[in-house]
């Protein structure tokens, strides 16, 4: 069964770091791109960051860039982003996401999200 | 960044409608656009790729068309399953976007 199930989120005060984990079952995980998809009730769905498949390549949203760096663990079939430096913005659920087969950059497969919530 | 405007933000219909949902490009994005369905609580689902590809697996009522700056969802026949809000995607440039989502209610 093809699923992806994230770790990780938590209640954090601002300036705090936080590491989310994905991990990956049911396909070839080091044949695809990956992503993280954040969403807010306010600001709706954002994607966040990507890493290619090998790793080598990774791209980010302007308002993380600098601050959160994602990876991957390919021989444990496993998708982080590491957060640093966390404000209220980035508050929000945070869902790891497939590049699919066809289009790298949509998303064919996610995760059930995880809550991060910053607060002082 | 290609800022993505989805009209209407809500749609209320009826079982067996036909409703259509308009996604707008603030420039051309060739046909790069997906479709998600999200409900809530859940994590959004890929129903269509490249504007009018539907993703194996989702029911023939679902379309999609369009190009260049504007691309529309359509649902056939609205079913009871099909009540939940809807976004667009574009993928022709990082940061990849979204639209605001169109809440599709009874």
């Known amino acids: 069964q093809v699923q992806l199930v994230e770790s990780g989120g938590g209640v954090v005060q601002p300036g705090e770091s936080l590491r989310l984990s994905c991990a990956a079952a049911?396909?070839?995980?080091?044949?695809?791109?990956m992503h993280w998809v954040r969403q807010t009730p306010g600001k709706g769905l954002e994607w966040v960051a990507f890493?290619?498949?090998?790793?080598?390549?990774?791209y980010y949203v302007d308002s993380v860039r600098g601050r959160f760096t994602i990876s991957r663990d390919n021989s444990q079939n496993t998708l982080s982003l590491q957060m640093n430096r966390l404000s209220d913005d980035d508050t929000a659920v945070y869902y790891c996401?497939?590049?699919?087969?066809?289009?790298?950059?949509?998303?064919?497969?996610w995760g059930q999200g995880t809550m991060v919530i910053v607060s002082s | 960044d290609v800022q993505l405007t989805q009209s209407p933000s809500t749609l209320s219909a009826s079982i067996g409608d036909r409703v259509t949902i308009t996604c707008r490009a603030s420039?051309?994005?060739?046909?790069?656009l997906a479709w998600y369905q999200q409900k809530p609580g859940k994590a959004p689902k890929f129903l269509i790729y490249?504007?009018?590809t539907v993703e194996s697996g989702v029911p023939s009522r679902f379309s999609g068309s369009g190009s260049g700056t504007e691309f529309t969802l359509t649902i056939s026949s609205l079913q009871p399953d099909d009540f939940a809000t809807y976004y667009c995607?574009?993928?022709?440039?990082?940061?990849?976007?979204f639209g605001g989502g169109t809440k599709l209610e009874i």
């Open positions: 049911g396909f070839i995980f080091s044949q695809f791109g």
């Open positions: 996401a497939k590049g699919s087969v066809v289009v790298p950059d949509a998303f064919d497969i």
């Open positions: 490249k504007a009018s």
């Open positions: 420039q051309s994005i060739r046909d790069w």
């Open positions: 890493i290619s498949y090998h790793g080598s390549n990774q």
């Open positions: 995607q574009q993928y022709e440039s990082y940061p990849l976007t």
